[in-house]
């Protein structure tokens, strides 16, 4: 059983701040790629940061700068911290890991950024 469990999500004004988890189980989380993908309504499914297990990072353009990837091996979680949002940052976020070339995904948290 794999479980990817997302939390932290919530609506705030622009240029506020959040920081998302997702816990892991069932897969061995230090040796697989994580990444938080988000998805805004009528738009595809983005990567917006990812992290190996050698905690390479990888960031999309959009939040370079303002968001960061980490992950805790000890504690089989991945967080984003998200500085500085603005309304385009609203969508689902969903938690991901790669393991074995197998994509397993968290079930999303929403995250609304709003005046």
């Known amino acids: 059983q794999v479980q990817l469990v997302e939390s932290g999500g919530g609506s705030v004004q622009p240029g506020g701040s959040l920081r998302l988890s997702c816990a892991v189980s069932?897969?061995?989380?230090?040796?697989?790629?994580m990444g938080w993908y988000r998805q805004a309504p009528a738009k595809e499914r983005e990567l917006v940061a990812d992290?190996?297990?050698?905690?390479?990072?990888n960031y999309a353009d959009s939040v370079k700068g303002r968001f960061t990837i980490s992950r805790d091996n000890a504690k089989n979680t991945v967080y984003l911290q998200m500085n500085s949002l603005n309304v385009e940052d609203t969508a689902v976020y969903y938690c991901?890991?790669?393991?074995?070339?197998?994509?397993?995904w968290g079930q999303g948290t929403q995250v609304t950024v709003s005046s």
């Open positions: 069932g897969i061995p989380f230090s040796i697989s790629t």
């Open positions: 992290i190996t297990s050698g905690d390479f990072t």
């Open positions: 991901k890991g790669r393991y074995r070339l197998v994509n397993y």
